[in-house]
């Protein structure tokens, strides 16, 4: 079961601004850092940012995170019909002691 | 440019043992953490466990007392095997590398990622 929440959809228009939340505890999010995946249909998911607001090399720069307290954001700034994918986030969980990854996020370019 | 590829049957029965296998390619498995991820169809995300190149393992707890990773350096191969399976287990089985921050002895997160294997449990 995924501790981390994050709504189950977002959607924007080409060129638009989209962010996704993902909703924690003090056990991961408030104590640990968050990554982001990115997951294309039909494909394995990819790393997209790690260590809370680091991109991995290759990531374009309209890719952004943050962390704030227990919560973190995944921000697209300039979306592009190519983003359309499913996004998980993910952390370390004291509590489980093991990495545990949220409810996942559909984001649909209209 | 490490690339990684799950094998094995994709279809098993209820009660038996689902094994796979991943290899490593482009890269040693030397020095890295490796782990194991499955996602049921039209699912979310489900860590299985880790093990580290040395052999030290971290289990999800709650597949712990069914799941065993194994690591053989000589194949830059690590492997899982999930016992007692039931229709609960099909998924999608991924392997990925660890990738983790000096000092801290845990995957802090995973890249890159195997393509994936769909593992189905059924008579």
């Known amino acids: 079961q995924s501790v981390l929440t994050q709504p189950p959809s977002a959607s924007g228009t080409p060129g638009q601004r989209v962010t996704i939340s993902c909703s924690g505890s003090?056990?991961?999010?408030?104590?640990?850092?968050v990554n982001w995946y990115q997951q294309l249909p039909g494909t394995a998911p990819k790393l997209l940012i790690y260590s809370n607001n680091q991109r991995p090399s290759g990531v374009p720069d309209r890719f952004s995170g943050s962390k704030s307290g227990t919560s973190a954001s995944l921000a697209i700034s300039g979306l592009q019909s190519e983003d359309e994918a499913d996004y998980y986030c993910a952390a370390w969980d004291d509590s489980l002691n093991g990495p545990t990854f949220g409810t996942g996020t559909k984001v649909t370019v209209l | 440019q490490v690339q990684l590829q799950e094998s094995g049957p994709g279809l098993v029965k209820p009660s038996e043992t689902l094994s796979l296998t991943c290899t490593v390619s482009g890269g040693s498995i030397s020095s890295y953490y490796w782990s194991w991820i499955r996602q049921p169809p039209g699912k979310g995300l489900e860590w299985i466990g880790y093990?580290?190149?040395?052999?030290?393992?971290n289990y999800n707890p709650s597949l712990k007392s069914r799941v065993t990773i194994s690591v053989d350096t000589s194949k830059n191969q690590f492997s899982l095997k999930l016992s007692s399976v039931t229709a609960a287990d099909t998924a999608v089985y991924y392997c990925a590398r660890g990738g983790a921050v000096a000092g801290i002895k845990r995957p802090n997160w995973f890249d890159p990622w195997g393509q994936g294997t769909l593992v189905t449990v059924s008579s």
């Open positions: 003090s056990s991961n999010i408030g104590s640990n850092t």
């Open positions: 093990i580290y190149y040395s052999g030290s393992t």
